[in-house]
């Protein structure tokens, strides 16, 4: 059902955009078209191998460890624990969220998935020492990592009040 | 300056993630022919084909949204914006640059470097960078969708919303700090 929602905004969204560079200016929604099948081709195999791949994952993940460690019951501690693997996390978004999508399906609760999310994507290693370093230097870095390295855990124990 | 594509087309159509995945994905498959046996694996498959099928309208369009928004944003305006006079708006307008770029990292930190050099100072420097990593629109139209139930996502980015303007605004506190001290 979330799905059919998220399709249907998503579409109108899509095509009260289209219409508008339908009238005004077709070669800007021409191009946008050439990207959409280039970008489609890059990505729909990715969601295919992560979706299919996190089903088996999730179906061996020991259930009864996952809900321990990041379920309901582990409370605040899963949270934690969630939000110290995301910036583990090696490869791509589609990594990280296969990941993701199979501990929620193995019972890992809301909370613990948001905490993993948010601290995956402000605080990843290996991207990180890959572009950020090199490219914005040492300060940069060192600055943005201590500023940031709460806010997993803040948003964590939000999230747990929200959900 | 080029408008990037979303995913960046020098990208190898097979790269490091991929393999990871599908390795991910080929070695479970096979756990669970022989742990759980053929039947699970087969309902396990088609479920997920399923699913997959369900969605792909969704990313598709999330893909022609991340396309077609970097072609109608006035770039040179955003780039003005982000001075180190610029006060809470620059450090919006940083954020809703970094939410906009529809890069990746390669792109993406570059470009913050880029913009520091040419004058946004530090605060916006890092608001983008974070904003980028947190709320891309890109990634979370394309990928977070696609994976996780469309409500979770939406919770993190709300409260998540205004995470890079007040790292920014911390920042700008620390250097005034700084020069303060005797």
Known sequence: ??????????????????????????????????????????IIPRVAVGLIGSGFLAELLPQDNIAMLFGKEAGYMGVMLASLFGPLTPGGPFVAFAIGAAALKAGASE??????????????????????????????????WLLALPVPFIIGALAMLLT | MKHQTPVSTGHKF?????????????????????????????????????????LLPKIICGVFLACVIPLMLPREKVQ??????????????????????????????PLAGGLMIAGADLAAGITMVTAWALLSVNRTLIWEMSFLPPHLVLLRVGMTFAVPVMLGWMVRRLQLGQERAP
Do not use: H
């Open chain 1, 1 to 42: 059902m979330s799905i059919l929602i998220g399709s249907v905004l998503l579409w109108a969204a899509s095509l009260t955009i289209a219409r508008k560079l339908w009238i005004e200016d077709r070669e800007v929604l021409r191009e946008a078209l050439r990207r959409m099948v280039s970008t489609s081709v890059f």
């Open chain 2, 80 to 109: 003005r914006w982000i001075g180190p006079e610029s006060g809470f708006r620059g450090l919006w307008a940083a954020a809703l640059a970094g939410i906009a770029i529809p890069g990746g990292p390669s792109v993406t930190l």
């Open chain 2, 14 to 54: 097979v790269d490091t993630g991929f393999i990871i995945i599908l390795a991910i994905a080929f070695i479970s498959a096979t756990l669970v022919w022989i742990q759980k046996g053929q039947n699970v694996f087969w309902t396990i498959l088609v479920e997920n084909i399923q699913f997959g099928l369900a």
């Open chain 1, 111 to 144: 909370a613990a998935l948001i905490g993993y999310v948010t601290s995956w994507s402000l605080l990843c290693l290996n991207r990180d020492l890959v572009y950020e370093l090199p490219v914005l230097g040492a300060r940069f870095m060192r600055l943005r």
